[in-house]
């Protein structure tokens, strides 16, 4: 009787809640669920609704994902659920001009496509009107858009644009080729962006059906994040997306699956350029199935760098350059897929051999507890710094959403936690055989060997084993304004080295740090090629008492991400890491910098590599006009770090890299004698000051710094046109010497002036090249600024289909000189302002930007109140002045053209 009573009691107040709940939401939204910190709402209409509520960062990141992918399209549809994404751009009658409202407000905003899912996000400073209008476009797209044919038309070139950039890649068209003959009826087997016939020859009216189909409420899930009030939110929503009526259509039905493979299969590519890449692909469980953590794991133990067994056995035995591997956790059946990248020269069977008998070696050598559990806590890493973001998290949850249930986020990590190495090896010895694998020829067999039947899951069968975790506490507002960060920043001195921290709360009590060390000078680095990169590639393959290997478990541990790079006179390292694990990375880079192993094999792997990456860029039209651009004009001899190489002079300069040349480059010029470090995020700041000390403070380097100058060089106003064949994307550079610094007072005009001339949505580059005339899938222009000399560059680009690259180049001419002669009008400018300024603010709200803008006010002598100035000037400027600079600066018949494609007569 008690135990009734109680459970009474406990019922009643559970009603009182709930009924309580119900009054402070707004018509026609209830509650679902909540999540470890993730809160779920419906609305009468079927549209589901993601709350992540985070105030570490004063910025808010909108994902509206819909349900549907390339999966969902027909026979002759293929390409449809992409191109719908861009044809929503185009706007609706209340919506005419998207991507200049995008401009205007400061959003960064986007839209994808994949399998089993169409997103379109954006993330900008936190700010009311900025996602309440955001949200209100969300809902009027959704049912409003135009999707008529002249949009068609205009966007389909930019569309067959992104499509031959595609075709450029080797890698891209071999994926393309090995998902096509892993599948024979299923969807996954057609490339996303679709077939050219398909695409070219769209129906208008089938793809209206297919938006009224799948653009609906009921097909659909919100998913805000970041800094925002839950109610405010809750209201917006339902007073946009809540007046869109229920459809009363019935989605079709997804029934196709592929039987089991029942032998090897192999595709060969050829195609000019590049170096041979070998692709290997096992069919694998949807991702709501219970052996899908499994596969995961797989795709480390056996792809993971340096620990995996592909790299063990391919890159250290010099048979490869590099190898990866990724498991997809699609919702329908899955592919794992491992690759291998050879160099020049290397023998791709010899390559092949090896990676097949390594990815079918687990019935003979059974996975090892040590190999399962850096697997698993580097998986585990990976999850934890997306949850720990907050616009990572906005948008991976788009992924567990086309999973199928978007609490697939969090038991996908329990069921990573809990796997056994039994169950991990029995998925291996399952899968990763012939008869399922993807890349030999087939071979008859008596006794053939089956992998387990495809199928579907039932999510709600899936769902009754998860049982969330306690939700993240919520941390602090910052507003991370100049005057906040200066004010919030700790300065010091270790040593030789300058420091700023910014203490302050994030999700997970991330944090993101730099250190840059400074040394030598233009006469002392000259002829060294690339020694000083070969040095910082060597940084991380281990130290005089731990092994590669060793590093990088120790990396996992301490749940920290680094990458070194060199650039001349300087090292730059990156951190990204958690509070208590700050001062223990700061001592590993510390080690790392000081005692680095410098190993032999690791040096020939980054040798190959480096000769890789090279052979690839010969043939792309980016790399190939970049090069010329640099050569162009430039003054300095051969060996001078300012020197602009030949592709043949930097396959020799790699060649002549000895492992000697390495070390005495590490001892002559390493040191913490000059730099700086900033770190923004949770921290212990005065646990940080400790750390350096004790791992730079007492570091002297024996090369004095002086800083290479870059002094003004003129150039020769020219037009080169490069041809590199069987390329279907094309180039066009276009640059400009300006004698400026950011340090002039002209430097926030023609900064303006830049911005709207060529920088994003709203500018009149992109509104004439790829809006108006669909000529490009990006277009662009740009400053890059020095903050030392009067030398700053204008560069603008734009990529196309060969065949256009006069309608591209006389559009781009027009553009500039009409905007010189005409200049920008009242309405341009006060746009522009907004736009630049909410661009600014959302960069200061992330930590790596704060942290490296730190590091960089410390080299120039520089606080915040230098950007806050900008700011202000940017505010203040008037229209003469933009138009003034544009004209003064940017001269139409003073700019070289650098045009690189297969231009065929």
């Known amino acids: 009787m008690l135990r009734f009573l109680r459970g009474f009691v406990f019922f009643f107040l559970a009603l009182l809640v709930g009924a309580a709940q119900a009054q402070r939401l707004p018509a026609g939204v209830r509650a679902v669920t909540s999540v470890e910190g993730i809160d779920e709402y419906r609305l009468a209409n079927g549209l589901q609704l993601l709350l992540v509520p985070d105030d570490s960062k004063p910025t808010t990141t909108v994902n ?137 020859n769209v129906d208008i009216g089938r793809l209206q059906a297919f938006y009224r189909t799948y653009y609906q409420p009921d097909n659909a899930t919100l998913i805000v994040s970041g800094r925002i009030d839950a109610a405010q939110v809750l209201r917006q929503v339902a007073a946009t997306f809540g007046k869109l009526p229920r459809p009363k259509r019935s989605l079709p039905a997804q029934y196709t699956l592929d039987a089991a493979q029942d032998g090897e299969r192999t595709v060969t590519l050829r195609r000019v350029g590049g170096a041979p890449l070998i692709f290997v692909g096992y069919h694998m469980p949807p991702a709501g199935h219970p052996d899908s953590a499994a596969s995961d794991l797989l795709a480390l133990v056996l792809g993971d760098s340096p620990s995996g067994r592909l790299h063990k056995r391919l890159t250290e035995k010099k048979l490869a350059a590099g190898t990866f591997g990724e498991s997809f956790g699609l919702a329908e059946p899955s592919v794992l897929l491992l690759g291998a990248q050879l160099s020049p020269g290397q023998n791709a069977d010899a390559a092949k051999t090896a990676m097949l008998s390594t990815a079918e070696s687990f019935a003979s050598e059974p996975i090892g507890e040590e190999e399962l559990e850096r697997a698993r806590a580097k998986w585990l890493k990976g999850w934890e710094q997306t949850f720990n973001n907050p616009e990572a998290i906005g948008m991976t949850l788009s992924e567990s959403v086309a999973q199928g249930d978007w609490r697939m ?242 396959v020799a300069d790699v060649n002549a890299v000895t492992l000697d040349k390495v070390r005495d480059f590490h001892a002559r010029f390493y040191g913490a004698s000059r730099g700086e470090f900033a770190a923004a995020g949770d921290m212990d700041a005065a646990q940080v000051r400790t750390a350096l000390q004790s791992a730079l403070g007492d570091w002297r380097g024996a090369a004095s710094y002086t800083r290479v100058p870059q002094p003004f060089v003129a150039q020769v106003p020219q037009r080169l046109v490069l041809s590199t064949p069987d390329k279907q994307n094309a180039t066009m550079l276009v640059q400009l010497p300006v004698p400026l610094s950011d340090r002039d007072a002209d430097y926030p005009a023609l900064t303006m002036a830049n911005y709207l001339l060529g920088l994003g949505g709203n500018s009149r580059l992109w509104k004439r090249i790829r809006e108006t005339e669909g000529l490009s899938y990006d277009v662009n222009s740009r400053v890059s600024w020095s903050s030392h000399e009067a030398h700053s560059i204008w560069t603008a680009s734009a990529i196309f289909a060969p065949q256009n690259g006069p309608k591209v180049e006389k559009a781009f001419r027009e553009e500039l000189e009409r905007a010189v002669r005409e200049g920008f009008s009242a309405q341009e400018l006060a746009e522009g302002q907004r736009g630049l300024l909410n661009f600014r603010r959302l960069s200061r709200a992330q930590d790596g930007a704060i942290a490296a803008s730190l590091a960089n006010n410390l080299n120039l002598d520089r606080t915040f109140a230098y950007s806050a100035r900008i700011d202000s000037e940017l505010g203040r400027l008037t229209l003469a002045q933009v138009n003034a600079a544009l004209r003064k600066y940017l001269k139409p018949d003073g700019l070289v053209f650098v045009l690189a494609g297969d231009f065929k007569p």
């Not at 002759?76 to 001009?97: D, N, V, W, Y």
């Open 409 to 650: 986020f969090f038991l996908a990590r329990d069921r990573v936690r809990e796997v056994k190495l039994a169950e991990v090896q029995r998925v291996a010895s399952q899968r990763l055989i012939a008869d399922n694998r993807t890349l030999a020829t087939y071979l008859p067999t008596e006794k053939p060997l089956r992998a387990p039947v495809p199928q579907r899951m039932d999510m709600a069968q899936a769902m009754r084993e998860f049982k969330p975790a306690q939700a993240a506490g919520r941390v602090e507002a910052f507003e991370a304004t100049p005057a906040n960060i200066d004010a919030r920043t700790q300065r010091f001195e270790v040593g030789g080295i300058r420091a700023a921290l910014v203490p302050k709360g994030t999700r997970g009590q991330a944090v993101r740090a730099v250190l840059t060390l400074r040394f030598g000078n233009v006469e002392s680095l000259a002829g060294l090629g690339d020694v000083p990169d070969f040095t910082a590639a060597l940084l991380d393959k281990g130290t005089a008492t731990m092994t590669r290997e060793q590093v990088q478990d120790r990396l996992d541990q301490l749940k920290t991400e680094l990458s070194f790079r060199a650039s001349p006179g300087q090292l730059s390292v990156s951190i990204s890491s958690r509070r208590e694990h700050l001062p223990a990375a700061i001592a590993l880079v510390g080690e790392l910098l000081r005692k680095p192993a410098l190993p032999a094999d690791a040096f020939d792997e980054i040798r190959r590599q480096a000769l890789t990456g090279i052979e690839q860029q010969r043939k792309e039209p980016g790399s190939v006009a970049d090069n010329a651009l640099g050569r162009l004009g430039n003054p300095y001899p051969r060996g001078d770090v300012r020197y602009e190489r030949t592709f043949d002079e930097m």
């Open 64 to 200: 509206l994902t819909y349900h549907v992918g390339s999966r969902h399209e027909n026979y002759g549809e293929t390409g449809m659920a992409h191109l719908l994404e861009h044809l929503i751009f185009k706007g609706s009658p209340k919506h005419p001009k998207v991507w200049a409202e995008f401009q205007k407000r400061g959003l960064a905003a986007n839209g994808s496509t994949n399998f089993d899912r169409t997103n379109y996000t954006a993330s900008f400073s936190a700010d009311e009107g900025n996602l309440n209008w955001y949200i209100g476009w969300l809902a009027d797209s959704m049912v409003n858009s135009f999707i008529a044919r002249k949009d068609l038309d205009t966007e389909m070139t930019v569309v067959r644009n992104e499509m031959e950039m595609g075709e450029n890649s080797p890698q891209r068209i071999l994926y393309q080729r090995t998902m096509a003959l892993m599948y024979d009826w299923h969807n996954y087997g057609k490339d996303v962006i679709g077939a050219r016939s398909d695409v070219e």
